[in-house]
């Protein structure tokens, strides 16, 4: 189920615009959220929403015309993408880039790309400032509400199990290796068969969380289909709010990672992945706090006490 801020490319512009005043927690959630709409958007509309994370500045100062020769598409396609991204026109979209572009920081050279003459010590600042930008966007396009449904259905006393394949399935372990600790059974697939043949005996009650960057891997949609068919709660930590996964479940995660040089896509998201899954974590700890601890201090001492000497 599709919430909050990714709605509205499904709404009308007067059901749902960004309001160009309101605070941000990060000076990158418009760009952001524009970044995570990429992959779903037509080939016009994407040139444009290319140049409003690239210089979202630049875009704000062009006009419709000038706008249009930059992306080599007609001002209709513009005025169609200011809409489809939630804004009743681009005189709308202008002002909210401009406000953006007003509390972003000012460029630094930490946000280019890492080339064969940095040094040691560059790398590392591009790095921690890559990863610094990919913790704060996922912070701003994490929906609260989205997060306490899964948070409730993973409390509950159903099966959980949870797949992710190659860079994903990491994150899918370090969740079920979380959960495991404080006392919640579940299961981490790796492979679609797995996940496939446990997706089936799933029922109502049952969790099947999804872990992909793209959001369109045939390894958990087919398991993600079949877990929902079953009536199974169904849950996606994606990058991309409007993929096929994140259109088939229940509750959508959106993480935001940025691509680097030598970290594309999927390796490039698992940061961001993995602070959705500790704020999955914690909340799923909190609300089931008694158990928690209990099971936290029962396997700390058990660990303590196997150490030699």
């Known amino acids: 189920m599709l919430c909050g801020v990714y709605q509205i490319v499904q709404e009308s512009p007067t059901d749902r615009s960004w309001d160009a005043t309101a605070p941000s927690d990060s000076a990158d959630a418009l760009t952001a959220m524009v970044r995570g709409l990429l992959p779903s958007l037509t080939p016009a509309a994407a040139r444009i929403a290319s140049l ?50 007003a509390r972003q920081a000012p460029r630094s050279e930490l946000s280019s790309g890492i080339t064969p003459e940095d040094s040691a010590a560059e790398v590392i600042g591009k790095i921690v400032h890559t990863e610094s930008q990919a913790v704060q966007e996922t912070a701003s396009q994490l929906d609260p509400a989205e997060l306490d449904a899964a948070v409730r259905a993973v409390c509950g006393g159903g099966q959980l199990h949870i797949a992710g394949v190659g860079a994903s399935g990491l994150v899918a372990q370090d969740l ?19 996940a496939l043949t446990s997706a089936v005996l799933l029922g109502p009650g049952d969790v099947f969380l999804a ?85 936290l201090r029962l396997t700390h001492q058990a660990l303590e006490s196997d150490r030699p000497g």
């Open 52 to 101: 409003i994370v690239e210089d979202p500045a630049q875009v704000a100062r062009s006009t419709i015309s000038e706008l249009s020769a930059l992306a080599g598409t007609s001002e209709s396609s513009i005025v169609r993408t200011a809409r489809a991204l939630g804004f009743a026109g681009y005189p709308e979209l202008r002002l909210a880039l401009a406000a953006a572009a």
């Open 176 to 194: 079920q290796q979380k959960l495991a600790r404080i006392g919640r059974p579940c299961h981490a697939h790796g492979d679609s068969q797995s």
């Open 211 to 295: 872990v992909s960057h793209s959001g369109e891997s045939r390894d958990v949609l087919e398991p993600l289909r079949r877990a929902a068919a079953e009536g199974a709660t169904t849950v996606v930590i994606t990058n991309h709010p409007l993929s096929t996964a994140a259109r088939l479940a229940d509750h959508v995660l959106v993480s935001a990672g940025r691509e680097t040089t030598f970290r594309p896509g999927a390796m490039a998201s698992r940061i961001s992945q993995l602070v959705v899954v500790d704020c999955l974590f914690v909340c799923v700890a909190q609300r089931t706090f008694d158990r928690s601890s209990r099971a």
